[in-house]
């Protein structure tokens, strides 16, 4: 396995070093997206080893893994791990999905976090639990945690996918096309670290939208 991690990033000088170097034992190239950030996030994160590509401009999540993950596939790489760059994950989990995938039986490895009321603030708790729940009757996956920026995915299954997404809807579209392919599923239960940093994720707006982007990507869209 050759795995590039990949994180989309945006104003997130503050806790992004700290993340790719916590990576930086368990992978083998770290790649930051830089989409438009207003701070340090691109020098803070060269500093700390990573490659960097930079957007001009704030483009969106869904912009920013588009153009890392053209990157990464021009590569020899087998295996891509997206995660945010906030701080709400870190590298101690990646070896759980590293070995989750090894076998070679699974093609996508999903870190899902645990939702606990009294960690997780409360609009993002129920955002994620409705949603997830909806999301995951409706493509027919079963997945606890639908909107998980914390995946491992086969770079094969990856090539001509043909995503479109370019905000947050990313994480679904992306399910729901890999598992139009019959992509092999593994989940994996993780950590988050919720408080380090206001979350730039519009619970209610968001998921609203997530979810009904979903149907287009799962009936009006091509495979």
Known sequence: MRVCAVLPA?????AIAGVICSLRPHVDMVLVVDDG?????????AGAGAIVIRHPQNRGKGCALRTALSWVLDR?????????????HTGGDVPALIAAAAD?????VVGERVFSRRDMPGPRYYANLIGS?????FIGVPVADTQSGFRLIRCDVLRDLGLTARGYEIETEMLIRLA?????LRRV???AVYGAGPSKL???RDTTRTCLLAVKYRFLSGA
Do not use: I
Request: charged share 30%; proline share 4%; aromatic share 6%.
């Open 133 to 137: 729940w909806a999301l995951s009757k």
């Open 10 to 14: 945006f104003d997130e000088a503050r």
């Open 104 to 108: 070679g039986a699974v093609d996508l």
């Open 202 to 204: 519009r619970p209610v």
């Open 76 to 88: 020899s790489f087998t295996h891509v791990l997206l995660m945010d760059a906030d701080g709400q």
């Open 180 to 184: 139009r392919r019959g992509a092999r």
């Open 189 to 191: 239960p993780v950590r």
């Open 37 to 45: 950030s207003t701070d340090g996030t691109s020098v803070e994160a």
